[in-house]
C-alpha cells in the first residue's frame, strides 16, 4: 500500500507569489490534516479536511487555504508569500478521521520564500 | 504557557541506556500521540494512547489522565533511535485539532 504522498518536495518561490501544494492520502483515507513546521514554532495545524468538507481550521491568517477532492487528495494554497511562510509542510491521513486513529505522515514540502 | 510541555528539550545518552521522555498537557484530551521524526522531516507515528500504557518492540508509551502526563520509554537504546520525539494531543472539546509539543532531541551514542 502506498503511503502519503506529497508534492513538490521542494519549492522557492519569492515574496508574494503564491504556491499550490499536493497531498495524496493512502488508499481509502478520507480525512487530511496540514501542518506548519518552523525551527522556531514547531508543528502547528493548518486546517482537516474530510470527505471534501473542512472540518476545523488552525490559528492562520486567510491567505492559507485548502481543499480537499472526491478522491481524497488535498490540497494546500497560500497566497501572497511572506518570507515568514518558509517552513516544512506536512500532511497526514487517517481512515476516517476518528479522535483514536493513528496518523501517517507525507515527507513534507520544504518551502523556501525568498 | 504552551498547553503541551515536552522534557527534556535536548537528551544525549549513551547506546544501551534506558530512555525516558515526558509530555505534561493542560487540557482536556481525548488522545495523546507520540511521534519520531528524522532529519529530513519524515514523521512516524508511533502510539496513540487515551489511557493505560502500550508496548511496541523496545518502545513503551504509558498517560495517566488523571495527572495529565505521558511518558515513552526506549529501553536498551540504539544510535538509530536518535531522532526527534513528539508529543502531540487532540482536544477532547474540538473537531479533531492536534496541539503538538516542541519535540525532545534524542542522540544516543555508540
Redesign the interface.
Known amino acids: 500500500k502506498a503511503g502519503v504522498t506529497q508534492t513538490p518536495r521542494y519549492l522557492i518561490k519569492t515574496r508574494g507569489q503564491q504556491v499550490t501544494l499536493s497531498c495524496s492520502p493512502i488508499s481509502g483515507h478520507r480525512s487530511v490534516s496540514w501542518y506548519q513546521q518552523t525551527p522556531g514554532q514547531g508543528l502547528q495545524f493548518l486546517f482537516e479536511y474530510f470527505s471534501e468538507t473542512q472540518r476545523n481550521k488552525g490559528n492562520f491568517p486567510g491567505r492559507f487555504s485548502g481543499r480537499q477532492f472526491s478522491n481524497s487528495r488535498s490540497e494546500m494554497n497560500v497566497s501572497t508569500l511572506e518570507l515568514g511562510d518558509s517552513a516544512l509542510y506536512l500532511c497526514a491521513s487517517s481512515g476516517a478521521g476518528r479522535r483514536d486513529e493513528k496518523l501517517f505522515f507525507g515527507s513534507g514540502t520544504q518551502l523556501s520564500v525568498l | 504557557k504552551n498547553e503541551v510541555e515536552q522534557s527534556p528539550q535536548n537528551l544525549t545518552a549513551q547506546e544501551g541506556e534506558f530512555i525516558t521522555i515526558n509530555c505534561s498537557y493542560s487540557v482536556g484530551i ?2 495523546l ?1 507520540w ?1 519520531q521524526q528524522h532529519p ?6 508511533l502510539f ?1 494512547l ?1 489511557s493505560g500504557k502500550k508496548k511496541h518492540g523496545r518502545l513503551i508509551a504509558t498517560i495517566n489522565i488523571q495527572e495529565k502526563h505521558s511518558s515513552l520509554h526506549i529501553t536498551a537504546s540504539h544510535p538509530r533511535d536518535s531522532a526527534v520525539y ?1 508529543c ?1 494531543v ?1 482536544l477532547k472539546d ?10 525532545t532531541k534524542l542522540i544516543i551514542k555508540p
Open positions: 481525548s488522545a500521540h511521534l529530513g522531516g519524515g514523521i512516524v507515528s496513540m487515551s513528539i502531540a487532540r474540538s473537531n479533531y485539532q492536534l496541539i503538538w509539543g516542541a519535540g
